[in-house]
T-cell receptor, first 112, second 116 residues
């Protein structure tokens, strides 16, 4: 079945540091890939997405590129801010399924 | 417009009691999903509704769990004879269509269920 393996946390960085959160997947067909973010006390929000190989999703300075050859969708940001502190979830939706399959989530804390 | 809303935001119940959790999807969204977020289990899919089609119940963990969606809008997730392992945050999401190009889902704030 479909699965998402996500870099384990927690991750603690200083403000303006470079962020990478690794995500790899196993899926049938050609899935759509997502990063969701959950800020403290809030619900899940879509951060970015990519629907086909080599697509790059981007939003709020975050980027992720759909790499079919390595089945990866790593999240990156060049300079994190304290306000980026949150839990980040990698997810996929394959063509044969309707629901999202999530990774386990990565807690990011950015210190001033 | 309004997002996905869920009620109650918090629910504390005693083991063995039944609970009902409510979800109001975004107006016009035909697909509705329930997920569960619990420690050690991450986010798990529970059930999915699409229009008037029969729901996909493949994620429900036991027959104590059921859900319905009335009039293609509001949904209720019912847990009978609650157990302590049912303690989790129950999330509802909706989307325009399950067959959209990305299947983008919009999530509600969740209901935190605590079973004592």
């Amino acid at each position: 079945g479909d699965s998402v393996t996500q870099m384990e946390g927690p991750v603690t960085l200083s403000e303006e540091a470079f962020l990478t959160i690794n995500c790899t997947y196993t899926a049938t067909g050609y899935p759509s890939l997502f990063w969701y973010v959950q800020y403290p006390g809030e619900g899940l929000q879509l951060l970015l997405k990519a629907t086909k190989a080599d697509d790059k999703g981007s939003n709020k300075g975050f980027e992720a590129t759909y790499r079919k050859e390595t089945t990866s969708f790593h999240l990156e940001k060049g300079s994190v801010q304290v306000s980026d502190s949150a839990v980040y979830f990698c997810a996929l939706r394959s063509g044969s399924a309707r629901q999202l399959t999530f990774g386990s989530g990565t807690q990011l804390t950015v210190l001033p | 417009g309004a997002g996905v809303s869920q009620s109650p935001s918090n629910k504390v119940t005693e083991k063995g009691k039944d609970v009902e959790l409510r979800c109001d999807p975004i107006s016009g969204h035909t697909a509705l999903y329930w997920y569960r977020q619990s420690l050690g289990q991450g986010l798990e899919f529970l059930i999915y509704f699409q229009g008037n089609s029969a729901p996909d119940k493949s994620g429900l963990p036991s027959d104590r769990f059921s859900a319905e969606r009335t009039g293609g809008s509001v949904s209720t997730l019912t847990i009978q004879r609650t157990q302590q392992e049912d303690s989790a945050v129950y999330l509802c999401a909706s989307s325009f269509s399950s067959r959209g190009s990305s299947g983008e889902q919009f999530f509600g704030p969740g209901t935190r269920l605590t079973v004592l």
